[in-house]
């Protein structure tokens, strides 16, 4: 085996293919995370991404992009925006992870979107976890009939507040893939309220994840695209999403709605019309993710599996981060694990959006008073 680093700009055609035919040979890739078109956007926003190039007999049989940060801590490629990761190789292809760090000048390689049991990888799993989808592979009628069998009364209540929704403020259309961007900049609005409202960090506050958003955006092959959905209640818009596609499969990325609708749980509505058009488009599922909210639970029709797991090499710089990121994680996975912690954490961190947004409100006036409404 030799392993060869570069940047994704200085891969060529001819390796930019062989990437392409290793990804459509293995279903189990099949996620634009994934696909090399994602890899050269970020190698040209980001300075610390990297590629392995790993040949057998001079064949190249694998590929692994990764963020190289500093001390050598390395990280998935997008790390906390995206939902899958992995070695993009021939089947089976069984590496020594430790190896592979060496050649990739890593000290540790934290994930936790891993596809699941890939062969370097999998001694070094300490969790699987399922990341719900949408199955659509055979037909819209036949995925909304295992929907309204698992879960009727959420049905027709989603049902129901559509037709209400309708009703009160105008017909609904639904617009798959749309190419304008004021639409896009409406959703990442929406989406950045969210943050600021839930008390997250708010994303799109880094300038080059909305170049990324943009370039995604834009970008158009039958392999690999954005895909911008938006559902409007007459001409508003009311709830939309942005995500990214393969030739087979949609994965969750930005979903996104007007509050000022939210009685009608139009993010939910939302998703059922994305998985019609999806289907109509010749889409095989909607991968929605790991972890968050119970909709997942009631939407779902199967599951696929992502690892969670930590490689490292004998160093200081690996045993400081076991230290700073191993609890981390864990109190993560217990969390999202348990729907009670999770509703619990989620309203903490409501409340403190809500008096950080208020605070803000309140200096933008002159007038600052306590949290606590003392003075």
Same mark, same amino acid.
């Given at each position: 085996?030799?392993i060869s680093v570069v940047r994704p700009g200085d891969l060529g055609e001819s390796e930019i293919s062989r990437w392409r035919e290793l990804q459509g040979a293995d279903p189990s890739l099949d996620n634009p995370f994934?696909?090399?078109?994602?890899?050269?956007?970020?190698?040209?926003?980001?300075?610390?991404?990297?590629?392995?190039?790993?040949? !057998?007999? @001079?064949?190249?049989?694998? =590929? =692994?992009?990764?963020?190289?940060?500093?001390?050598?801590?390395?990280?998935? +490629?997008? *790390?906390?925006? %995206?939902?899958?990761?992995?070695?993009?190789?021939?089947?089976?292809?069984?590496? @020594?992870?430790?190896?592979?760090? $060496?050649?990739?000048?890593?000290?540790?390689?934290?994930?936790?979107? +891993?596809?699941?049991?890939?062969?370097?990888?999998?001694?070094?799993?300490?969790?699987? &976890?399922?990341?719900?989808?949408? !199955? +659509?592979?055979?037909? =819209?009628?036949?995925?909304?009939?295992?929907?309204?069998?698992?879960?009727?009364? @959420?049905?027709?209540?989603? &049902?129901?507040?559509?037709?209400?929704?309708? $009703?009160?403020?105008?017909?609904?259309?639904?617009?798959?893939? /749309?190419?304008?961007?004021?639409?896009?900049?409406?959703?990442?609005?929406?989406?950045? !309220?969210?943050?600021?409202?839930?008390?997250?960090?708010?994303?799109?506050?880094?300038?080059?994840?909305?170049?990324? +958003?943009?370039?995604?955006?834009?970008?158009?092959?039958? %392999?690999?695209? *954005?895909v911008l959905t938006m559902v409007y209640a007459g001409d508003t818009p009311v709830a939309g999403h942005f995500g990214l596609r393969t030739a087979h499969t949609l994965v969750g990325w930005f979903p996104a709605y007007?509050?000022?609708?939210?009685?009608?749980?139009?993010?939910?509505?939302?998703?059922?019309?994305?998985?019609?058009?999806?289907?109509?488009?010749? #889409?095989?599922?909607?991968?929605?993710?790991? *972890?968050?909210?119970?909709?997942?639970?009631? #939407?779902?029709?199967?599951?696929?599996?992502?690892?969670?797991?930590?490689?490292? &090499?004998?160093?200081?710089?690996?045993?400081?981060?076991?230290?700073? $990121? %191993?609890?981390?994680?864990?109190?993560?996975?217990?969390?999202?694990?348990?729907?009670?912690?999770?509703?619990?954490?989620?309203?903490?961190?409501?409340?403190?959006?809500?008096?950080?947004? /208020?605070?803000? @409100?309140?200096?933008?006036?002159?007038?600052?008073?306590?949290?606590?409404?003392?003075?």
């Amino acid at each position: 085996m030799n392993i060869s680093v570069v940047r994704p700009g200085d891969l060529g055609e001819s390796e930019i293919s062989r990437w392409r035919e290793l990804q459509g040979a293995d279903p189990s890739l099949d996620n634009p995370f994934l696909s090399v078109e994602f890899a050269l956007a970020m190698g040209r926003l980001r300075d610390y991404v990297r590629v392995a190039v790993i040949q !057998d007999d @001079n064949k190249i049989v694998g =590929f =692994f992009p990764y963020e190289r940060h500093n001390f050598g801590i390395g990280k998935p +490629l997008g *790390g906390f925006l %995206t939902t899958c990761h992995g070695l993009i190789s021939v089947p089976d292809l069984r590496l @020594n992870a430790r190896a592979l760090l $060496r050649a990739c000048r890593l000290s540790v390689f934290d994930f936790d979107h +891993l596809v699941a049991d890939q062969p370097t990888f999998a001694v070094h799993q300490s969790d699987v &976890r399922p990341a719900p989808v949408m !199955d +659509l592979s055979g037909g =819209f009628d036949f995925y909304i009939g295992q929907v309204k069998a698992n879960s009727p009364k @959420n049905y027709k209540t989603v &049902r129901y507040k559509e037709r209400k929704l309708g $009703r009160e403020q105008g017909e609904l259309r639904f617009e798959w893939d /749309s190419a304008d961007a004021a639409t896009l900049r409406t959703l990442l609005n929406w989406k950045s !309220d969210q943050y600021r409202r839930t008390g997250r960090v708010d994303r799109f506050a880094q300038p080059w994840i909305v170049r990324l +958003l943009d370039e995604m955006h834009a970008h158009r092959s039958e %392999t690999f695209a *954005g895909v911008l959905t938006m559902v409007y209640a007459g001409d508003t818009p009311v709830a939309g999403h942005f995500g990214l596609r393969t030739a087979h499969t949609l994965v969750g990325w930005f979903p996104a709605y007007d509050v000022e609708f939210a009685r009608y749980s139009p993010g939910i509505m939302h998703h059922l019309h994305m998985a019609e058009h999806a289907a109509n488009a010749g #889409l095989r599922q909607v991968d929605m993710g790991k *972890g968050g909210r119970e909709y997942k639970g009631w #939407l779902k029709s199967g599951d696929l599996f992502v690892a969670e797991g930590r490689v490292s &090499r004998p160093s200081a710089t690996a045993a400081v981060h076991w230290m700073g $990121r %191993t609890p981390v994680n864990k109190a993560r996975t217990i969390v999202t694990d348990r729907p009670r912690l999770y509703r619990l954490a989620d309203r903490v961190l409501k409340g403190f959006g809500r008096m950080r947004t /208020s605070t803000q @409100n309140q200096s933008a006036t002159g007038v600052v008073k306590e949290p606590w409404g003392v003075g």
